[in-house]
């Protein structure tokens, strides 16, 4: 069964930090090859791209969160992390991993970042 699953979501106060971690089970050796990303969804709001990484390591960052966080892969242990530093409440959201490539376009179930002011 090819999934992902989120891990490290929680309850945290403005400026404090957060790591994600995204393991992906059951696309083996394929797991390198795809675009690893990090997307969230606050209430009333339209799901984002806030970090991805590409099977070359080449990493992409929504404005609002450069220089903040950091995405990187572990492609032995097929799970993808991201490091949120000096988080505000704004960042506040569901965060959801996502894997692609052709023919593929998974989704974990999402973990929930709150910030508090």
């Known amino acids: 069964q090819v999934q992902l699953v989120e891990s490290g979501g929680g309850l945290v106060q403005s400026g404090g930090s957060l790591r994600l971690s995204c393991a992906a089970s059951g696309l083996g050796i394929i797991f390198r090859l795809g675009v690893m990303g990090w997307y969230r969804q606050a209430p009333g709001k339209q799901r984002e791209l806030v970090a991805a990484?590409?099977?070359?390591?080449?990493?992409n960052y929504a404005d609002s969160v450069k220089g903040r966080f950091t995405i990187s892969r572990d492609n032995a242990e097929n799970t993808v992390y991201l490091r949120m530093n000096s988080l505000k409440p704004e960042d506040t959201a569901v965060y959801f991993c996502?894997?692609?490539?052709?023919?593929?376009?998974?989704w974990g179930q999402g973990t929930q970042v709150t910030v508090s002011s």
């Open positions: 990484i590409t099977s070359g390591g080449i990493e």
């Open positions: 996502n894997y692609r490539r052709t023919g593929l376009d998974l």
